[in-house]
Nanobody
């Protein structure tokens, strides 16, 4: 069983920045591709970003491309989401997720094997 614990959420004004962290309990963190999803009130959970096992490849939703950066530190078993130029529409609970197997559609929630409990990000206008 893998445990994922997110942190770093909070309240920020539009245009500001936050960095989310997700610490994994996995003994071999590098066997997972890691992703971030978010869920706004009344909306479905949506894909935000994904990073491959050693960080060589990254993928982003169009809505965050150019503003968000996903990265990982395998020595610390941690994945990050740097969020810049935040907008009120970025307000959501952000979840990190771990994918053990190659996924042809990495935007699908069902492709991910483990999930964190989420951290709230609120962007005020």
């Amino acid at each position: 069983q893998v445990q994922l614990v997110e942190s770093g959420g909070g309240l920020v004004q539009a245009g500001g920045s936050l960095r989310l962290s997700c610490a994994a309990s996995a003994r071999t963190f590098t066997i997972f591709d890691m992703g971030w999803f978010r869920q706004a009130p009344g909306k479905e959970r949506e894909f935000v970003a994904r990073i491959s096992r050693i960080g060589r490849n990254t993928y982003y939703a169009d809505s965050v491309k150019g503003r968000f950066t996903i990265s990982r530190d395998n020595a610390k078993n941690t994945v990050y989401l740097q969020m810049n130029s935040l907008k009120p529409e970025d307000t959501a609970v952000y979840y990190c997720a771990a994918d053990l197997n190659y996924s042809s559609d990495y935007t699908r929630q069902a492709e991910y094997d483990y999930w964190g409990q989420g951290t709230q990000v609120t962007v005020s206008s």
